[in-house]
């Protein structure tokens, strides 16, 4: 059974595989593209055996959504079903959500789903992907460039709307964002203070919460320039991310007490915002916490803050209470670990 949903993704019932099929009736999916560091896309070639596109080259990995699952969720578990690759959810990059069509010749139905196109950088080797058996023949990994001028006889092996206009777009878009992609984390330098400091008054700009009042800042402010004695030399850990040395990301956690801790500071360059260093850091965040033998984490945040609200809730946190701050609504969250 797979759910049925309407134009809004809601779902509205649920029908077996067969009928959603024959009827075209709209339901959830997920493809997943891996990008590589020399920009290719790597399909996996259909077995001849399939009902449907046999022998064509098809998404790194696709699948439908089970009932109560979700995207991400369907990404992962139908990665390692069709790759053998574990892969970080956090690092899957959602290139669009769209409402697909697609037109099967041999079944002669329509294929009606409310899509999520995701991206992973894989950096690994084409010959490491497992082929699932019964289902694939292979991999093939295909230059972006390359996608953009096949021949009519190149064309034939693909399933059409995986190399349609909007998925080259796409692609593109993956070019770009798996660009940027090689950053690292390292434990906070005194040297970082001033670097540190600016991003945290960017990012606050940039979401219309920073308040400039220099009295209030200087009190508000002060772990930031005391992060080895706040955070770091008092049971905590403050990380900075770095794209080519330059520091795009930053967060660290803060000891409440002997059991709890406080996320603090997490902030992430606004021109890198939406390429999912924000998951990254606050998973990194949580599994130091773990490490440090904590068992609960507290943060919050400012009402307005709708990203940053959404990544804490899918991450686990829940909200506790409200207040406000500087005349500005702030939610509290936790998590317990």
Same mark, same amino acid.
């Given at each position: 059974?797979?759910?049925?949903?309407?134009?809004?993704?809601?779902?509205?019932?649920?029908?077996?595989?067969?009928?959603?099929?024959?009827?075209?009736?709209?339901?959830?999916?997920?493809?997943?593209?891996?990008?590589?560091?020399?920009?290719?896309?790597?399909?996996?070639?259909?077995?001849?055996?399939?009902?449907?596109?046999?022998?064509?080259?098809?998404?790194?990995?696709?699948?439908?959504?089970?009932?109560?699952?979700?995207?991400?969720?369907?990404?992962?578990?139908?990665?390692?079903?069709?790759?053998?690759?574990?892969?970080?959810?956090?690092?899957?990059?959602?290139?669009?959500?769209?409402?697909?069509?697609?037109?099967?010749?041999?079944?002669?139905?329509?294929?009606?789903?409310?899509?999520?196109?995701?991206?992973?950088?894989?950096?690994?080797?084409?010959?490491?992907?497992?082929?699932?058996?019964?289902?694939?023949?292979?991999?093939?990994?295909?230059?972006?460039?390359? %996608?953009?001028? /096949?021949? &009519? +006889?190149?064309? @034939?092996?693909?399933?059409?709307?995986? !190399?349609?206009?909007?998925?080259?777009?796409?692609?593109?878009?993956?070019?770009?964002?798996?660009?940027?992609?090689?950053?690292?984390?390292?434990?906070?330098?005194?040297?970082?203070?001033?670097?540190?400091?600016?991003?945290?008054?960017?990012?606050?700009?940039?979401?219309?919460?920073?308040?400039?009042?220099?009295?209030?800042?200087?009190?508000?402010?002060?772990?930031?320039?005391?992060?080895?004695?706040?955070?770091?030399?008092?049971?905590?850990?403050?990380?900075?991310?770095?794209?080519?040395?330059?520091?795009?990301?930053?967060?660290?956690?803060?000891?409440?007490?002997?059991?709890?801790?406080?996320?603090?500071?997490?902030?992430?360059?606004?021109?890198?915002?939406?390429?999912?260093?924000?998951?990254?850091? %606050?998973?990194? /965040?949580? &599994? +130091?916490?773990? @490490?440090?033998?904590?068992?609960?984490? !507290?943060?919050?945040?400012?009402?307005?803050?709708?990203?940053?609200?959404?990544?804490?809730?899918?991450?686990?946190?829940?909200?506790?209470?409200?207040?406000?701050?500087?005349?500005?609504?702030?939610?509290?969250?936790?998590?317990?670990?």
């Amino acid at each position: 059974m797979l759910e049925v949903v309407d134009e809004e993704d809601n779902v509205i019932g649920l029908e077996t595989r067969e009928k959603i099929h024959r009827e075209g009736l709209l339901h959830r999916d997920i493809h997943l593209w891996f990008i590589t560091p020399k920009n290719e896309i790597i399909f996996q070639l259909r077995s001849k055996l399939k009902d449907s596109f046999p022998g064509m080259l098809d998404a790194t990995v696709a699948g439908h959504v089970e009932p109560g699952a979700s995207y991400e969720e369907t990404a992962s578990k139908e990665c390692k079903e069709e790759t053998g690759i574990d892969i970080d959810i956090s690092k899957l990059i959602l290139l669009k959500k769209m409402k697909n069509e697609s037109f099967d010749n041999i079944k002669n139905n329509t294929h009606r789903t409310m899509d999520r196109q995701y991206a992973y950088l894989y950096e690994g080797s084409i010959n490491n992907l497992k082929i699932e058996k019964d289902s694939a023949e292979g991999f093939e990994s295909w230059s972006i460039g390359k %996608l953009h001028n /096949l021949s &009519e +006889k190149e064309r @034939e092996r693909f399933i059409p709307a995986r !190399i349609s206009k909007n998925m080259l777009e796409l692609f593109d878009k993956a070019r770009e964002v798996a660009a940027n992609l090689s950053f690292s984390f390292r434990r906070f330098e005194k040297r970082d203070e001033e670097v540190v400091y600016n991003l945290h008054v960017t990012a606050m700009e940039q979401v219309g919460t920073f308040i400039d009042i220099p009295e209030l800042r200087e009190l508000w402010d002060k772990d930031l320039k005391n992060i080895e004695s706040v955070y770091i030399n008092n049971n905590g850990e403050f990380y900075v991310v770095t794209l080519k040395d330059k520091i795009i990301g930053m967060g660290g956690i803060r000891k409440v007490d002997e059991t709890t801790t406080e996320v603090k500071r997490m902030r992430v360059e606004p021109s890198m915002q939406g390429k999912g260093i924000g998951k990254l850091i %606050l998973d990194k /965040l949580i &599994e +130091k916490a773990k @490490e440090l033998g904590y068992k609960k984490l !507290i943060l919050d945040t400012a009402e307005k803050q709708k990203a940053a609200r959404h990544l804490y809730e899918t991450r686990g946190f829940r909200e506790y209470k409200r207040g406000e701050i500087a005349g500005q609504e702030t939610i509290y969250y936790q998590l317990e670990i």
